[in-house]
């Protein structure tokens, strides 16, 4: 039983690129990166997301901007903006549906869309860093997501999840350390005690992962971080965005 | 420049598998597998999931019933049931966070939790394809979606997302026709024109797709198979479960 290959080698290099050389991506790299994003599993082949490949140079220092200006948006050859999208399959079945009632606002079907688009992108990550590209995922553009929504003419039952920066790597690339595997996996049931217990060691590990990036300056543990973003009041206008865009009325 | 590798191969020859063999998944597989999952990216490192290996028969045969009678779940050596988990997070942050304001309860955490669980899952699966053991989703856990986190033992701020069945493949992997590629990438703005217009092309393919496979029963494109979709009030409880575990309180 073999349990190496060049995939999974692969799969554990992953670390975000935040530096990109002045290098385009190819038309043909980018049909290949998508056409992969294409083949991963969406729920009962209803295919809720459209991706975004925005080159444009101003527009990307315009995303920038509204995303918290993280510079690389404007650095990478092409800035890929992943949208959860029901918009299409609206306008494609109300020729079938007259008169019928029909449930594409329902906050399952955001979460169709939501996954859908999530495990495309992932593909599409996976595939950019087999052809040696680099990516970062951009949560940030749901910072002012409203203006987002409005520069790039998206309609009604579709959003902007993320952003992803793709492009050729300029330097070394980190990893951050992840919670042992034992917090995270479970068997046969949720063990409430376990997953908490473990974070108390990754606690440790991140602690001392910051003092030596910092020089000893810091050496927050990961809980403290996290403490900290939790209690930050972030894009706490995504219900009503969702809701004025048609998503979850039901 | 190269346009071709094995993991690129890996990701165009996808396919759903509903079909196992009577052979164990091994510990150190899905470790193997579990680890590339948690090399996914993460939003600020929160890594909000859990997944739950359910190799139980008779527990198996339970949830089997609860997702609508999916023989592969009971079939499949083990069942992964990825969970978007926010009440690691609120736990661990408690002791850093008296008498603050904490946000664990918002949408945008909960489409984060989501998103990161999404990312987490997908690069579980390319890692189950890459040696050679096959999977599929099941979104059919949310179903019954309050009974099935019962019988896991799930807690407040833990969701389970979707299933995935995971073994050795019996038989061959079917795959269906995917959109057109300029239905889902658009360039610098959302045409929303084309997506549309793109889907006639898509339906003829689909409906031949149709057709051979049902021997010439069923010819039904893409949109109207689509329609009947939109059109089923399913999982309508979704709203309220989620609010009931605690989250999109704001």
């Given at each position: 039983m073999k349990l190496n290959n060049e995939t999974l080698q692969l799969l554990k290099r992953h670390g975000s690129v935040r530096q990109f050389q002045d290098i385009p991506v190819s038309e043909e790299q980018l049909a290949v990166i998508i056409e992969a994003a294409q083949m991963a599993s969406t729920s009962s082949n209803v295919q809720a997301y459209s991706v975004i490949a925005v080159t444009n140079q101003a527009l990307k220092a315009e995303l920038a901007g509204l995303a918290g200006n993280q510079a690389y948006i404007e650095q990478c050859p092409v800035f890929l903006v992943w949208c959860a999208d029901l918009y299409r399959l609206r306008e494609v079945t109300k020729p079938h549906l007259e008169g019928c009632a029909s449930y594409e606002d329902s906050t399952e079907n955001l979460i169709v869309a939501t996954v859908d688009v999530a495990l495309a992108a992932q593909n599409a990550a996976v595939a950019a860093e087999s052809l040696d590209l680099g990516i970062v995922y951009i949560g940030?553009?749901?910072?002012r997501i409203t203006e987002v929504s409005e520069l790039l003419g998206l309609p009604e039952l579709?959003?902007?999840l993320f952003g992803m920066c793709l492009g050729h790597p300029a330097g070394a690339v980190g990893q951050r350390p992840r919670l042992p595997l034992q917090a995270v996996l479970h068997r046969n049931r949720y063990d409430a005690e376990a997953t908490v217990e473990q974070v108390k060691a990754y606690d440790e590990v991140t602690s001392n992962y910051m003092r030596e990036r910092t020089g000893g300056t810091n050496a927050a543990p990961w809980s403290a971080i996290m403490a900290k973003r939790l209690a930050e009041p972030t894009r706490l206008h995504m219900k009503d965005f969702l809701r004025g865009k048609g998503f979850m009325k039901q």
């Open positions: 940030g553009i749901r910072n579709v959003y902007p």
